[in-house]
């Protein structure tokens, strides 16, 4: 056991079982307003036994980061009397709990939250579209935008001027191309990081890089302490790494990092990596404070914690009266602590699968070593495209583009839910790409599947959480504009308006696309 | 154990133990002929403990697949009487092998081979040369060769003009371009190989097809059947994922597969997945025959191993007057059995980082839902420059300069080592990129170290084998052209000499680098 520990007091965890509620038609009646028994209104008329429902409650706090892993919970009689349910069915809840590994308690010294040690469920992804669902389903899956226009163009151009030399080689650049290793460790010195191009390696997007630094840095089994809610496909690559991924809730506001908890999870769990989106986050948009971000850095290193900082949103700015604060690897200047990860893919374009680290350099040369056993290298073309953006100017002057777009969806976006589904509430970033929409009290996944049988495809919140969490809330992309934006929302109501009146359990979806 | 077995004779060991001596500098005598004793050649003067050489010999053959896992040993009476050493020798030798995981016994039944439970020892690649080295050192560690422009280049300007359409969607295609999945489904087509797109899914390289599918395929601990030798990263790739490698040993000719030993091992050990380069195999060189081909697919079948067949090399034939076989999958009309591999890079440019994955519609359908929480995705640009050189014949117009070019790369090797190597023994490969050498008893292993002092880097056969076998062999590949042949060959004959004449211990490797 932990020689750190810290509690959850009963009136603590009454009052987080009570902001969980979720309405929706098989729940006893819309609960507005806090209900009168937590457990009662989880129980609603579901039939579940109520220790049952009470055992979920505290499982998904667990899972959201809203309760930390190693803290200790009230004893039984103290929670039965704040919940004012049986002492028996708290008994019953924390048995549970203890079954599935998320309890471990000592006699005579109380009971203390746990993560299972086996894999969690994977929480599978949205499967492409098929080509004949294309044309008729909004597909809001993906927050990615199309290339920001000529420049993709003139930079490939480029590419194409500079790639006889390279023509005459075998092609095998496992670090990457010399020149774009220069051009983003200048970006890096420009941004107030001094960095040498030995502390870069292109990778395949930043899936490659994060991929990359997960296979180096951890084994199988290891934790991973995460933001709650994070990025959905790194959560998903982590788990199939074999990651015991430990969640840290984010705060409801757009500053969202919780330091106390963080320092807590990262003293308590020692964990051995942690993956953090400081700029923009997906999915919430949140941008960690300078302040934040010196406590993340000095806390992973005082617990001997590898710290990963994704910057695939940092450069969509799109409010400009919002300061940017330093890179995380500022607040590192020894280079022992903070990986980071970079992309072209949401600044400039997917399609391109241009990724990077920027870290220590003997990290990075073991980072290359392993890669002759991954993916071996990061295409040529795309990789001198991106060079010459970032030695023309031309890497500004499309981020321009791009910002200038993303912001037009975002205020499109969010005029088309409020106006469509008043009751959904959410922050509006100041940056990023993504809407993390909290769904009224209804299940984001029920109306994930009513809207895929009527012509919207959203990822629900589960898919960023760990294990089940964020049932409540969908992420919506920045990926439309006004009228295709307002079609979206008006069926994202039309399927919320099924899940409310309990329709959505009486068909299978069809294998048409209602258009 | 398995129900089935095999068993090696006594006098079948002694001879396989006898083939193994090893000469060098250390050894008592040059061995040439075979040896009164194999156990005393081994031993040596190196103060190996006789039982200690005995399990090492054993180990060795086991490791190259020489003799089969889950096959029966001789009982150490016959063993000692054959290889004229005391049975207490054999004994301990047993004894040894057991403790390591290689050897089982049951008291009254007798001994049978096996592979340990735990990963073996990783064997890791050559690093990436300093750039201050390149200019001085003859690189022979790398099987790839210059792009065929001016394909290159025109092919890049195709996919310029190919790309507006595709720059206004979000660059997201984890199948990969459907212009790209018809021209390669249509190339199987022609082939022989009727194919749909459907069964097609584009990858970063060769690869990234084989890791995606060991991903999907396999767990850790579960085991995986190799051609022994095989290609070096693959096996390495399979070893970081947890693969038990299984291996099973090419015979020393050109149609090197030992179908009995195959069938022998697919029943015995029934692993989840086998991998073979079929076609001009690396390091070897082979071209499987079409019985061969037919005869594995069925032992695969027969045994539930999903076989996946590379043929990243199959394109290179370098002798006109050889025919070429069906591919593997032409022997599984069901493709319930073949999940062939296939790449750009060693056909046409490394560089480009495009492989593929052909399997049945619902394998592909799955690892395409995996790789969200992989690589995402291949390059569109890429993708595009492959479809247009297959849709336009540059594909084989590209082809005829790429064999040309290994041709002359190839005579001018094999020349240029029958004249400064002349007692290396090798088989002249009909294709592929690679020349398997046998190093004249000599260690490759040494030959390497002493190669990169002398300004010439080979990969030595331990790269290509499970956990320490073919240390008497290296790999030379068909990159270089005459007189750079010659000089690597001159090169790699003096760092011979320093490690036959015993003074490759001297001195620690300098950091500066010969011309």
């Given at each position: 056991m932990s020689p750190w520990t810290s509690a959850v007091g009963a009136p603590q965890l009454a009052r987080l079982l009570g902001s969980q509620h979720t309405r929706d038609a098989t729940a006893a009646s819309p609960a507005d307003g806090p209900a009168a028994s937590p457990v009662a209104v989880l129980n609603g008329n579901r039939r579940v036994p109520a220790y049952r429902a009470l055992a979920d409650g505290v499982r998904l706090l667990l899972l959201e980061g809203r309760v930390p892993v190693a803290a200790r919970l009230p004893a039984e009689r103290e929670l039965a009397a704040a919940l004012t349910v049986s002492r028996t069915t708290v008994a019953a809840a924390y048995e549970a709990l203890r079954g599935e590994g998320f309890l471990e308690s000592r006699r005579g010294a109380g009971s203390w939250t746990a993560m299972p040690a086996g894999s969690p469920l994977p929480t599978r992804g949205l499967d492409p579209l098929p080509p004949e669902a294309a044309a008729s389903v909004i597909d809001l899956g993906c927050a990615a935008l199309p290339a920001p226009e000529p420049w993709l163009t003139r930079a490939t151009r480029g590419a194409l001027e500079e790639l006889p030399p390279y023509a005459h080689t075998h092609g095998d650049y496992p670090a990457g191309l010399p020149a774009l290793r220069q051009a983003l460790a200048d970006r890096y010195t420009a941004r107030g990081v001094p960095t040498m191009p030995e502390q870069i390696m292109v990778t395949t997007g930043a899936m490659g890089a994060v991929a990359a630094t997960c296979r180096l840095m951890t084994r199988p089994g290891e934790r991973v302490a995460v933001d709650s809610p994070s990025y959905a496909n790194v959560l998903q690559l982590m788990r199939e790494a074999g990651a015991r991924l430990v969640p840290v809730a984010m705060a409801d506001?757009?500053?969202?990092?919780d330091i106390p908890a963080w320092r807590q999870v990262l003293a308590a769990a020692a964990p051995r990596m942690a993956y953090v989106v400081a700029d923009f986050h997906n999915p919430t948009g949140a941008l960690a404070t300078e302040e934040q971000r010196r406590s993340l850095v000095d806390a992973a290193r005082a617990a001997g914690t590898v710290l990963i900082a994704d910057e695939t949103m940092a450069e969509l700015r799109l409010d400009d009266d919002v300061e940017l604060p330093r890179p995380?690897?500022?607040?590192d200047p020894a280079g022992s602590t903070v990986v980071t990860v970079g992309s072209a893919s949401k600044t400039f374009w997917a399609g391109l699968r241009i990724g990077w680290v920027r870290a220590a350099p003997d990290v990075i040369r073991s980072l290359v070593a392993a890669r002759a056993y991954a993916d071996l290298g990061t295409p040529v073309i795309e990789q001198l495209a991106v060079a010459w953006l970032l030695n023309t100017g031309g890497w500004e002057e499309a981020i321009e583009i791009r910002r200038a777009l993303a912001r037009d969806n975002r205020d499109a976006l969010v005029a088309a839910v409020r106006r469509h589904l008043p009751d959904w509430e959410f922050t509006v970033p100041?940056?990023?790409?993504?809407l993390w929409a909290r769904t009224g009290g209804l299940s984001g996944s029920r109306i994930a599947e009513a809207g895929a049988r009527l012509g919207v495809r959203v990822p629900s919140g589960p898919r960023f959480g760990?294990?089940?969490?964020?049932?409540g809330y969908v992420r919506l992309p920045f990926t439309v504009a006004g009228a295709v934006a307002d079609k979206a929302a008006e069926r994202l109501a039309a399927a919320a308006d099924l899940v409310a009146t309990g329709a959505t359990a009486e068909a299978e979806a069809p294998r048409t696309w209602v258009a």
């Open positions: 506001h757009l500053a969202g990092w995380v690897s500022a607040f100041h940056g990023g790409l993504t760990v294990d089940g969490a964020f049932e």
